[in-house]
Every structure is written in C-alpha cells, then in structure tokens.
C-alpha cells in the first residue's frame, strides 16, 4: 500500500534477536558482587550504556537520562541494534563482566537470564507502561471485521513471552500459529460475531522489536482465519505512526505509551484512532546482571 513511502523514509527491517549464553557468578570484591567498584563499574563499561536502534523510545529515554542524572556526565549511549546489544551482553555474561544495557519487558531475555532493572529516581523511564492498539481514521466503516477483531485484542505478557520463546526455535509465524492453537477460547473470543471476508487486503505496521512481532503475527493469524490478506511491514517507531495517521497503513498493535512512544503519539494523536491497550504491564529501563552488585541508575558515578 506504502511502499514507496517507505523507501522514502528508510524502513527499518524486522531485526532477528539472537539468544545469548548466560552465566552469573560472584567475586570477592569492594563495593559490586562481580568485583567492580562502582566506580570501576564506568572503568570497566568505558563508561558506555549499550543500546539498540536510534529510532527506539527508549533511545530518546536513555539520552534523556544522560542528561537529566547528573552523576552519568561523560557516559556515552551506544546505539546500534537490538541483535548488537544482546550480542553484547551475552558476551559480558559469559564473562561475568560489568554491562550497562537499555532493556524492556515483556522479553524472553528476562525469563532465560539472571538480569535486573536499576531503579529509576527521576522517572526518566516512565512507571509502568502499556502496548496500544492504533487505527488509521475510516477503518472502522471499511473494514468493520478487522477493527472489531483488532479493538479485541488483548493478550499477557506471559502469553507475549511464550511466542518470543518459541520463536527463538521456529520463525515467529510458526510460534504465534502454535499460540493461537493452544489459545482458542481466547480465539473465540477475539472474533466472536465477526463474520468472515473474501480476500480484502490490510497492512499492519509494526516496530522491529520482538514484542511487536508476537503480537502482530498473531494478529495475522487471526486476521487470515477470517479471510483477510495481511501485510506485516517493521519499520521505524516514528514512521508507524507517521503512516497510520496518514493512511498508508491501516493499523499497528506496536505502541508503548506514555513514555516510550509518547512524542511520536502526542505528535500524530488527532489523525489516527487509539483501540486502547493490548498489553499492560510492559517496562522500559536501564538494564544489568545481577551479579552486578549496584540497584540504582544513582549508584553509577561519572567518567573521570
């Protein structure tokens, strides 16, 4: 439907999350449990916070936090990719070396590795967050079908989790098919009196983030079983927004609100209809093993 627009607004390609190799261990030490100081913490880091792409709302936090703690003067944001940053922390785990990452929840690495969140003083991150569901302006009268379907979906973290889990065994339509057939009274639910179509075509945006691609090929799914012909597109959180309040794209499960994507979404919030959540209880934050004996973004201490 879009796709001229996206080469214009350089589309992101759906990233594959690389399952890292975990260990966690404690040495004998001053101030941390793996032997680092707090200070020797930023030595050890090279006073880095390793994160992901720079189009993320955790990004724009994490440049935010730099700034707003005064004790992160002289730290560095990393960015690359999702797939470089856990690449990264494996590779620090497996070693039992210090790492400072940006991270979420709901994520499979949460469940397979020993890691925390450092507690967040000033909110730069934001409380609790949730996942929203976005509509562009005439969906509903078109396709009234999709919009019921899509204004029901609601799902858990665990249930997210579970897809992210498998998909790191199969490709992520094969896991989320697994779900829907293990989940069928929630199925059932979701497409309660919708009536069945013939073929119409519909685009859903989504953020390359594996979170987003559980939920978006579920919906898929789902979506198909009701006779639609779904076009999956990742791209960047700001051009998800950007083409479903122009139009491009008729909908997204992908945005985290209020603090990840709340600029991109205070941005477009009069073109686009919000369907309200589809997930609760998802986090954004600084992130380390831990082995890593520090609790607070505080507890770091500023390059030398």
């Avoid at 261990?25 to 020797?40: C, K």
């Avoid at 967040?120 to 396709?143: N, W």
């Avoid at 069945?196 to 919906?219: F, M, Q």
Wanted: with cysteine; proline share 4%; hydrophobic share 40%.
């Amino acid at each position: 439907m879009f796709n001229f627009k996206w080469k214009r607004l350089g589309a992101a390609a759906g990233l594959s999350l690389a399952l890292v190799a975990a260990g966690c261990g404690q040495d004998e030490g001053d101030d941390s449990g793996d032997g680092e100081s707090a200070a020797s913490i930023g030595e050890a880091t090279e006073y880095t916070i390793t994160g992901i792409e720079p189009g993320a709302g955790i990004a724009q936090a994490t440049d935010n936090a730099v700034t707003e703690y005064e004790n992160l003067e002289g730290w560095e944001h990393e960015k690359s990719s999702t797939a470089a940053m856990l690449t990264a922390l494996g590779d620090a785990i497996d070693n039992e070396e210090p790492i400072v990452v940006t991270g979420w929840s709901p994520h499979y690495m949460f469940a397979q590795w020993d890691l925390k969140y450092l507690e967040d003083p000033k909110g730069v991150y934001g409380g609790e967050e949730s996942i929203k569901t976005i509509a562009r302006k005439g969906l509903e009268e078109e396709m009234p079908e999709a919009y019921t379907i899509l204004d029901r979906f609601q799902w858990e973290s665990s249930d997210m989790e579970s897809v992210m889990l498998s998909a790191q065994e199969m490709e992520f339509e094969e896991a989320a098919q697994q779900w829907v057939d293990e989940n069928e009274d929630t199925i059932a639910e979701w497409t309660e009196g919708v009536a069945s179509v013939e073929g119409e075509s519909i685009e859903l945006a989504l953020t390359p983030w594996d979170t987003e691609r559980a939920s978006a090929n579920v919906a898929k799914i789902v979506l198909e079983e009701q006779g639609y012909d779904v076009k999956l597109t990742p791209v960047d959180p700001s051009v998800v927004f950007e083409a479903i309040a122009s139009g491009d794209a008729d909908a997204s499960l992908a945005p985290w609100m209020p603090a990840t994507h709340g600029d991109f979404y205070k941005k477009y919030e009069e073109d686009f209809v919000d369907l309200g959540e589809n997930l609760k209880g998802a986090k954004i934050g600084l992130v380390v093993p831990t082995y890593m004996d520090i609790e607070s973004i505080e507890d770091l201490e500023p390059a030398e």
